[in-house]
Nanobody, 126 residues
Framework: QVQLVESGGGLVQAGGSLRLSCVAS????????MGWFRQAPGKEREFVAA????????YLAASVKGRFAISRDNAKNTVYLQMNSLKPEDTAVYYC???????????????????WGQGTQVTVSS
C-alpha cells in the first residue's frame, strides 16, 4: 500500500502561484511514476501532469503547459506541482496519484494509477 497526502492548496487571485506537494509513504517511492489530476465541480477528472520514476520524463496537459511544472524529490518521497499564472478555470480539487513503474503505461490516464490521495482544493478568484 502507498499512502499519499497532498498539501499546498488554497485561495489565490488570478495570476498568482501555488505549489502543491504530495508526500508518499508505505513503499519505495522511486518505484512509482506520479501524476496530478484535478476535478472541478460538475466536471470529469482530468489529467494535469505526470513524472517518471527518476524525474527524467514529464508530461503536462496542454491547458497548463507553460504555466505549471511537475518535479519530484525521491529522497523526500515527495512530488510537487508548481502552478504559476493561475486562472479561474484552474479551480478544482487536485489529486496526486501513484503508479507502479511498468514497461508500457499511459500516465495521462487516471485508470493507470494504483493509489490516490484525498485531494487538496485550489480556488482561483478573478
Amino acid at each position: 500500500q502507498v499512502q499519499l497526502v497532498e498539501s499546498g492548496g488554497g485561495l489565490v487571485q488570478a495570476g498568482g502561484s501555488l505549489r502543491l506537494s504530495c508526500v508518499a509513504s508505505g513503499r519505495t517511492f522511486s518505484n512509482y511514476a506520479m501524476g496530478w489530476f484535478r476535478q472541478a465541480p460538475g466536471k470529469e477528472r482530468e489529467f494535469v501532469a505526470a513524472i517518471g520514476w527518476s524525474g527524467g520524463i514529464t508530461y503536462l496537459a496542454a491547458s497548463v503547459k507553460g504555466r505549471f511544472a511537475i518535479s519530484r524529490d525521491n529522497a523526500k518521497n515527495t512530488v510537487y506541482l508548481q502552478m504559476n499564472s493561475l486562472k479561474p478555470e484552474d479551480t478544482a480539487v487536485y489529486y496526486c496519484a501513484a503508479k507502479m513503474v511498468a514497461a508500457v503505461a499511459d500516465l495521462t490516464r487516471g485508470n493507470e494509477y494504483d493509489y490516490w490521495g484525498q485531494g487538496t482544493q485550489v480556488t482561483v478568484s478573478s
